[in-house]
């Protein structure tokens, strides 16, 4: 019993393919039909065992597995995954020139891993090119809306760990925070206040937060007193957290980032960017009556200097001068600060952004393949299986004279 089936169009070579492996027997030849309806015609003009079929189905099958069992648990499973990325503060939303601690979890040594991101312009880099500080296994980053991207860790073998969203929000609304005094680290039981510098007015904006701990809240709930458009605070260390302001309409000011130390030391750094070019005085400040301690300054993790007077002053500074600061003296450490430095002159708006998964099928398949060694070398492994069993299992009869003469009455 032979099978035949009739397209109006030659089909395509992995059609054929795919149509010679799933059939019940072997061989299939497409053949020209003449002198009545055109189209193509498959005919089985040779018998191939099943052995051999199954056993080919079989490969074809185990390939398909073998595919899924990587792409289940390689890419984006989240059952063996060597890694974890965490994000400080955990969250996937932020203002720009709030900074972020982006670390890789990993089990063992985490000396080979490092961050890379995706951006929703399609740009694929690596932290501590032109973005973010790298300190052993994690990034700091100051952020701005370009930064918006996708966030993962991946080690010098190719393995990878789970992947984050994170969205970086414009600032381009009439409002300011402020804060009063101006710096970042506070001790406990120190005032402070923040206050929305509005262009026009300020009625209807007021200070809101997020702290540490996650909870979201408005001043003049259980924390700080209200007076118009200011916030005033004693406060405690559950106070350290994320502050901005926000309006009726939904708009809102830039974040600040501030951190209440329970210690005896603090680092006074400014808690609003700085302009390039700005002369910038850092100062490690003593909760005791002792004053200008000699002071230790660390910058990223690395000594910059020390200082006898326990302050430290940068002239002019510049974009390679932002980072993360901590300081030591004789009675303690302070907590580390992340410094902002922005571009003297207005910032260009960013292009508008492009989602990041609306990557086409095949550009996902070619980033798939080329980012993953230990697939392509599955699938070259499977394939040679295959051919060498198929060649041991069977071998295609030679067509005869007669044979062929069978072919040429049979495609006319």
Known sequence: MSLSVSLLSRPHPSVIHIFHILSAERKYRW???????????????????????????????????STLVYCSLGQGGDLSLPASLSVSPDRSQFFEYESVSLSCEVQGNSARWRVVRNTERGILSECNTDWGKQQGSSCIVSLIPSDSGVYWCVSGSGEHSNAVNITVHDLSVPASLSVSPDRSQFFEYESVSLSCEVQGNSTGWRVVRNTSRGILSECNTDWGK??????????????????????????????????????????????????GGDSV???????????????????????????TTGEMTIPAVSKSDEGLYKCTNSEG?????????????????PSPAVPVLSMSLPRLLCSLLVGSPYLLVTIILLVKYCRSRAQGETRVPRKTH????????EEE
């Not at 100062?283 to 910059?304: E, H, M, P, W």
């Not at 450490?333 to 708006?349: L, Q, R």
């Open 333 to 349: 450490e302070s907590p580390e600060s992340w410094m902002t430095v922005t571009a003297a002159g207005p910032t260009p708006i």
């Open 226 to 275: 209200q007076q118009g458009s200011s916030c005033i605070m004693s406060l405690i260390t559950s106070d350290s957290g994320v502050y901005w302001c926000v309006s009726g309409s939904g708009e809102h000011s830039n974040a600040v980032n501030i951190t209440v130390h329970a210690g005896a030391v603090i680092l006074e750094s400014p808690a609003l960017p700085v302009t």
């Open 402 to 409: 007669q044979d062929q003469l069978g072919d040429h009455v």
């Open 281 to 307: 005085t850092l100062r490690c400040r003593y909760q005791g009556t002792s004053s200008n301690l000699t002071a230790v300054f660390y910058k990223d993790g690395s000594l910059i200097r020390t200082e």
């Open 31 to 65: 053949v020209e039909r003449r002198g009545g309806v055109g189209g193509w015609t498959a005919y089985k003009p040779l018998e191939f065992s099943n052995r051999h079929v199954e056993m080919e189905r079989h490969c074809v099958l185990l390939l398909l597995l």
